[in-house]
């Protein structure tokens, strides 16, 4: 039981780029949710899912994109990386609702710098 | 729209000595008042949590207070120790439920 596994776990981008975040979990969660973390911002919610096919936007989603065609995967892809996307982005799933209703399990993160 | 404002930003605390940190909420519907727990490299993870049905909750040193009239909540690490330096989130989710909001985060230092 891996839980929630990220990939890849460090990446560096140049302005312009884009790239997918990889995220799955082998808990058979309906709920997955991406967060990036920056220093004294706390975690911000970009996108989440509560099932296979639907996702909505969370507070901050301009320049992401995601799909969730599986429960077990709910990729993030950034469209054209910015220097304003560096930050730890983390990947969470729950068995109901987000983080504020039930516990969630978070994956180890990824850390992208944009240059 | 902030939602949950935690305090403080940051604490240093004595080893043994108790340290509280402070969440307080705007929407009265919120029915689970999570704390998270994260270690430098690591995701969070949930460290405990309350319904509001009950006020107080332990589990072993640590303590979450639910005060409902003031729409706050807190968590009490008793004895605090080296280990317990962290930072911890309390969460909570928006109208919609789906969308949970987490406090700022507060970065917990034990000194030995």
């Known amino acids: 039981n891996a839980g929630v596994t990220q990939t890849p776990k460090f990446q560096v981008l140049k302005t312009g780029q884009s790239m997918t975040l990889q995220c799955a979990q082998d808990?058979?969660?309906?709920?997955m949710s991406w967060y990036r973390q920056d220093p004294g911002m706390g975690l911000r919610l970009i996108h989440y899912?509560?099932?296979?096919?639907?996702?909505d936007q969370g507070e901050v989603p301009n320049g992401y994109n995601v799909s969730r065609s599986t429960t077990e995967d709910f990729p993030l892809r950034l469209l054209s990386a910015a220097p304003s996307q560096t930050s730890v982005y983390f990947c969470?799933?729950?068995?109901?609702?987000?983080?504020?209703?039930?516990?969630?399990?978070f994956g180890q993160g990824t850390r992208l710098t944009v240059v | 729209q902030q939602q949950v404002k935690q305090s403080p930003q940051s604490l240093i605390v004595q080893k043994g000595g108790i340290s509280i940190i402070n969440c307080a909420y705007e929407?009265?519907?919120?029915?689970?008042f999570p704390w998270y727990q994260q270690f430098p490299g690591k995701g969070p993870a949930l460290l405990i949590a309350?319904?509001?049905?009950?006020s107080e909750k332990k589990e072993g040193r640590f303590t979450i207070s639910f005060n409902k009239s003031a729409k706050q909540f807190s968590l009490h690490i008793m004895d605090s120790q080296p280990g317990d330096s962290a930072t911890y989130f309390c969460?909570?989710?928006?109208?919609?439920?789906?969308?949970?909001?987490f406090g700022a985060g507060t970065r917990l230092f034990v000194k030995a």
């Open positions: 899912s509560v099932g296979a096919g639907i996702t």
């Open positions: 969470a799933s729950s068995y109901g609702g987000g983080a504020g209703n039930t516990e969630a399990f």
């Open positions: 309350i319904r509001p049905d009950v």
């Open positions: 808990m058979n969660h309906e709920y």
């Open positions: 929407n009265t519907a919120f029915d689970y």
């Open positions: 969460a909570a989710p928006n109208t919609g439920g789906f969308k949970t909001i």
